[in-house]
């Protein structure tokens, strides 16, 4: 008999509502971390790797709509639906400081020097906070079309990239002189923008198509139409061959880059999903959404027997996981049953 | 339970492992944690509150089922024909006229030019609706076999002159005045001659004789 390849995530408990964005820190000394924005008002950092929760950043008083953090993973920064953007530290869960603003902030993005931070949202004005002169008034980039749905920087620092809530396509500021240089013709409004680690391509997601943009020519390399409407889509940073999707059929879609073949469904979420991202080395990819939780995928699934759950991973991680359960049996106490909270998700099929 | 060992081994399922997730509530014991869980609670219920505001503008469902209904009852399925079908299977011709309800007999459609329904048997008087209809062949046309109902459909002029002179006409509705009965060419065919035009309201005598 077949056996029937399983995908089992790590499913992250936590939020109390939908989860809308999630942002992973790049690879430092300390590992990899994960910040996820929900609606529930608190922004939740987590070991990118094992998804443990770490801590909560408590303070705003209304939805979070983006949450990021800076290269070395030390601060952290948050807009809310509490038309302020705060700054905090990633390590004590402090609040350093709170930008104010006149209405909802829904995007923030830390520059690569961690200097500034860049903040759009319903105002329609993009602003760069100096983040060594709290105190200052930011500088205000004009000429968005639109309400501000997702903000990214580029190039060094010397661009970046805007998409509205209620208008069609990305554009992209030269920050010396402030004027709009491109925009990324797109039929649908934009509801995620990413750079690629290397700085190469701009991965979009507007209405139910994926578009890959050459981040220094700003030409459409690739078009990729889903089975449904995405509201996020992620590139492999490695290796650049493969993406992700997730949207609302609840499903986070794995295609090949260059020819677009789907190469896996990851199904496990009971609501639309909002976010997904890769991780920063590739091996896994993290789906925000509606049911309130965040999953981790492996990218390549290891494959299990369904009665057999431990199979023949190779990995450090399961081989780990397998003599303490073995340990457990040898001791007498219940498998699977003691200590944990909440995650009673079942395998899901790839 | 450690696992049964022999014959028939049992092994249970194992559960993948499970990112920590933050405590529901922190070290807090007694009055402190039953203060946490009332603020969690304030929580909920502000979000609970702020969702009901978003979503009263929303129309009732079932408000939305009975647009759906009503649309599809006002708009009949294009795919559907009107009226009932033809099971003549010889009728071609009056099957064409829209309406035509070939199930039931049209008497206005016996000898109609338009269509043959000789061998029709529709019932429906939408088939020859037509003011050219010369189904009746009169002069102006011809009542002979003609069955209407209404006289003043089936011909352009009023079916009482028309009529007039034919036996067998079979025109039910008298005109309703007969102002000069001596024009009149019925003839008469009361059993009892009382030598009076039959025409409606008529009491002159025919200028005919009766016998």
Redesign the interface.
Known sequence: MEKKKVT???????H??PVVDLFYSPITPDGFFLISAS???SP?L??GE????IG?FEGHKGAIWSSCLDTKALRAASASADFSAKLWDALTGDELHSFEHKHIVRACAFSDDTHFLLTGGIEKILRIFDLNRLDEQPRQVDNSPGSIRTVAWLHSDQMILSSCTDTNGVRLWDLRSGKIVQTLETKSPVTSAEVSQDGRYITTADGSTVKFWDANHFGLVKSYDMPCNVESASLEPKRGNKFIAGGEDMWVHVFDFHTGEELGCNKGHHGPVHCVRFSPGGGSFASGSEDGTIR?WQTSPVTHDE????GSEPSGKVKA?ADE?ARK??S?L???GEG????TDK?TDA | MAARSGGSSFVQPLHPPSPKSPPKYPDLYGKRRERAKVQMLEREISFLEEELKSIEGFQPASRYCKEVTDFVMANSDPLIQLGLPCFNMACTSCCRNSGCCCYLKCPECWKCSLCDCSSCNCMSYKCCTSSDCNACKCTSCDCSSCNCSSCFSCCKVPKWQCCCGKMSCCCKFRPPSCTNCCSCKWKCYCPKCPKLCNCFRCTKTCCNPCC
């Open positions: 089992v995530p790590l499913v992250c408990h936590g109390s509502r609606k529930d008002s939740m987590r070991n094992t998804g443990d929760w909560t981790i009665s057999d759950l431990l996981v359960v049996i040898e007498g219940h498998i699977g944990k909270t909440g995650d395998a």
